[in-house]
């Protein structure tokens, strides 16, 4: 199993421009998240899944939108890039129904840069 | 709001001595924790977790206790090694609550050679 992988590894992005961050796992897994990571800082939750074609906002979804078409894939959409939004990007899956809980796991994330 | 957070921003450990990571959590409602170590340029990656019948729980040369009276967990790595250098995030989730995993800033541990 390759796990959690996020495409790309880094960008560089113009203030107003938009770009789509690729996550996919191949773990099965109905959970999917996408957190933010800003330095020196723990992560928050931008948007999370419980299963193809449900999607919620987390802590800070302004200026992002997420789609779940299938259960393998969870794009995180910027639609107009702003400095604020400069970070990196975590993608997270996990198998979760009641106690059953189980850890996420992670990619190793995006980089992203907006001047 | 409820909040997840650590006692200390950094630690430095001697190589081969035991290290101790700390984490205080406010929610009381979280019943599911999770410790990750994250290295420089990487994701998060699971080290162990705890749920919340359970005071203390074991894995390889880690231990997580869990201390609901007052709401504090803490990570403890024995023998710490070179590759042990990361910095550690406690998490909490409630499960039939909001579900949403909370991170806590950040220790990062520094091994000494």
């Known amino acids: 199993n390759a796990g959690v992988t996020q495409t790309p590894k880094f960008r560089i992005l113009k203030i107003g421009q938009s770009m789509t961050l690729q996550c996919t796992q191949d773990m099965n897994h109905n959970y999917m998240y996408w957190y933010r990571q800003d330095p020196g800082m723990g992560l928050k939750l931008i948007y999370y899944s419980v299963g193809a074609g449900i999607t919620d906002k987390g802590e800070v979804p302004n200026g992002y939108n997420v789609s779940r078409s299938t259960t393998e894939d969870f794009p995180l959409r910027l639609e107009l890039a702003a400095p604020s939004q400069t970070s990196v990007y975590f993608c997270?899956?996990?198998?979760?129904?009641?106690?059953?809980?189980?850890?996420?796991?992670f990619g190793d994330g995006t980089r992203l840069s907006i001047l | 709001g409820e909040s997840v957070g650590l006692h200390l921003p950094t630690l430095s450990v001697q190589e081969g001595d035991n290290s101790i990571i700390n984490c205080a959590y406010s929610n009381s409602a979280s019943d599911y924790f999770i410790w990750y170590k994250q290295e420089s340029g990487k994701g998060p990656q699971f080290i162990i977790d705890i749920r919340s019948n359970m005071d203390k729980r074991q894995g390889q040369r880690v231990t997580v206790l869990l201390n609901k009276t007052v709401k504090h967990l803490s990570l403890q790595i024995a023998a710490t090694q070179p590759g042990d250098s990361a910095v550690y995030f406690c998490a909490e989730i409630e499960t039939f609550g909001n579900e949403k995993l909370t991170f806590g800033t950040g220790t990062r541990l520094t091994i000494i050679p």
């Open positions: 997270a899956s996990s198998y979760s129904e009641g106690l059953r809980n189980q850890p996420q796991h």
